[in-house]
């Protein structure tokens, strides 16, 4: 049988996706052919017969872990209290997600190389502001395309000036600047959303922040990029982006611009990876 081309399907666009959340952007710009097998295909990869941990749950038990952390947190809290809070908080969280004791252990020790720092941060964090969304949806709509797009923070603090700062919590490795200029847009989206009233809680607020809290290998605080101007340029680049695949004859591409060629996604077999080369060029087809 000949090999398989590139693939670009081309749905009609009542079967596009009019609603994504902010982190399945960087995929659209990325690999568009996943958009395409899970928003409009729904597909979902099966889970393995036999469950081990792996990235995805040590980055959700981390996330749940600064969840309570955060809410819980009392008032003129000392750091030797706050960090031994945290041990708490982690060790009741993995008791109840983290079904292996030996992965317990490793967690539990990970997050204790990296406590001391996140504490000093975390109390430097408290005298600047206050949190006041936590994992909590919040939409815009494109009325103009029809689109809405989401966003679930882990935490937007408002500051003593009544600016906002947004944090994202990170397990894995961080974007680099220039992959936030050109396809990672989760914090400057986020923070176009909160400037537009996408969170109810905030009403409209400027956001004057936006930061990474490394927990795990690159640990410590890396501020993204942002002012007024990225902002604005990021939010046009952003529509102009969804009106493209909001027309017929743009094709959902299989890994458009993957970050590495290794890098392997839960569809690729799908697009018949491997028959073809990333020097091809995509083949359209109108499908549906």
């Given at each position: 049988a000949p090999p398989a081309?590139?693939?670009?399907?081309?749905?009609?666009?009542?079967?596009?996706?009019?609603?994504?959340?902010?982190?399945?952007?960087?995929?659209?710009?990325?690999?568009?052919?996943?958009?395409?097998?899970?928003r409009v295909l729904r597909l979902r990869p099966l889970d393995p017969l036999l469950r081990r941990p792996d990235a995805r749950l040590r980055g959700t038990v981390l996330h749940k872990i600064m969840d309570h952390f955060i809410r819980e947190r009392p008032e003129d809290e000392t750091a030797e209290g706050a960090r031994q809070r945290l041990r708490d908080v982690a060790e009741r969280v993995m008791r109840d997600h983290v079904s292996w004791p030996g992965t317990r252990r490793i967690y539990l020790a990970k997050l204790d190389r990296v406590a001391a720092g996140f504490i000093?941060?975390?109390?430097?964090?408290?005298?600047?502001?206050?949190?006041?969304?936590i994992e909590k949806t919040g939409s815009v709509l494109l009325e103009n395309i029809g689109f809405v797009l989401t966003a679930r923070p882990d935490r937007i603090d408002l500051l003593q000036d009544g600016r906002l700062h947004i944090y994202d919590y990170k397990t894995g490795t961080l974007p680099t600047r220039k992959q936030q200029d050109h396809f990672d847009k989760q914090l400057r989206l986020e923070a176009a959303m909160a400037e537009r009233g996408a969170f109810a809680e905030l009403g409209s607020a400027t956001v004057a922040e936006a930061t990474h809290i490394g927990l795990?290998?690159?640990?410590?605080?890396?501020?993204?990029?942002?002012?007024?101007?990225?902002?604005?340029?990021?939010?046009?680049?952003?529509?102009k982006l969804i009106a493209t695949y909001a027309r017929r004859e743009t094709g959902y591409s299989s890994r458009r611009a993957v970050y590495q060629v290794a890098i392997t996604g839960d569809f690729d077999h799908l697009a018949r990876v491997g028959e073809w080369e990333m020097s091809d060029l995509p083949e359209a087809e109108d499908v549906g």
């Open positions: 081309r590139r693939p670009s399907p081309r749905p009609p666009v009542a079967a596009r996706p009019k609603k994504l959340p902010v982190t399945d952007i960087s995929k659209l710009i990325r690999d568009p052919y996943a958009i395409y097998a899970s000093a941060d975390e109390m430097q964090r408290a005298a600047a502001g206050r949190p006041v969304l795990g290998s690159d640990a410590g605080e890396y501020p993204a990029k942002l002012s007024a101007e990225i902002i604005a340029e990021t939010w046009a680049g952003f529509q």
